[in-house]
């Protein structure tokens, strides 16, 4: 007879394929959500360099095209930065919501979705939680977030000044 707790499936800190996983081995959970983690940061860092390299080229073309009184609009300018950096943070949280599905932490991606975009955004309710085995994952997500968050205001901010409304000694 086993003592109980002996089995791997009762010991805590480790999933199983029975908490919804497709793997055939044993992982300290931990473990598990830092390489998770840091396959899908790799690939929001990597989907916001291309993201901001399209919105580069993209601004650069718009405003060549819509001038106004003669002269590259600046309006032009910062809106498709704006509009172009929330596109590329909405694939990125999508990313994270999608990942939260594939992993069946939520029911529904609508749930996954709204818990993706809270965290990302490091506003975090709190109405909506993993499962306390997915909190790690959850974490990096927040700090996903919070980085390209700032990387996008930098960014913003470069245009601004550059081409953008807020040129360097012209209102300041």
């Known amino acids: 007879m086993k003592p109980a707790g002996s089995t791997l499936e009762s010991r805590p800190g480790l999933i199983s394929r029975k908490?919804?996983?497709?793997?055939?081995?044993?992982?300290?959970?931990?473990?598990?959500?830092?390489?998770?983690?840091?396959?899908?940061?790799?690939?929001?860092?990597?989907v916001h360099t291309f993201g901001l390299i399209a919105i580069t080229h993209a601004m650069g073309y718009?405003?060549?095209?819509?001038?106004?009184?003669?002269?590259?609009?600046?309006?032009?300018?910062?809106?498709?930065?704006?509009?172009g950096l929330f596109a590329v943070m909405?694939?990125?949280?999508?990313?994270?919501?999608?990942?939260?599905?594939?992993?069946?932490?939520?029911?529904?991606?609508?749930?996954?979705?709204?818990?993706s975009t809270i965290t990302f955004a490091t506003v975090g309710y709190g109405d909506v939680v993993p499962a306390h085995g997915w909190r790690m994952l959850a974490a990096l997500e927040g700090v996903n977030g919070f980085l390209?968050?700032?990387?996008?205001?930098?960014?913003?901010?470069?245009?601004?000044?550059r081409i953008?409304?807020?040129?360097a000694g012209e209102h300041f």
């Open 19 to 46: 908490e919804g996983l497709s793997c055939n081995f044993y992982l300290p959970r931990m473990v598990l959500n830092l390489l998770i983690g840091t396959v899908i940061i790799s690939l929001t860092v990597l």
């Open 90 to 115: 909405t694939t990125e949280v999508w990313l994270w919501a999608g990942l939260y599905r594939l992993l069946n932490i939520f029911v529904d991606f609508e749930t996954a979705l709204y818990f």
């Open 62 to 83: 718009l405003v060549a095209r819509f001038r106004m009184h003669g002269r590259r609009s600046r309006i032009v300018a910062m809106i498709s930065v704006v509009m």
């Open 164 to 167: 953008g409304p807020f040129k």
């Open 148 to 161: 390209l968050i700032g990387w996008s205001t930098a960014y913003l901010i470069a245009a601004g000044t």
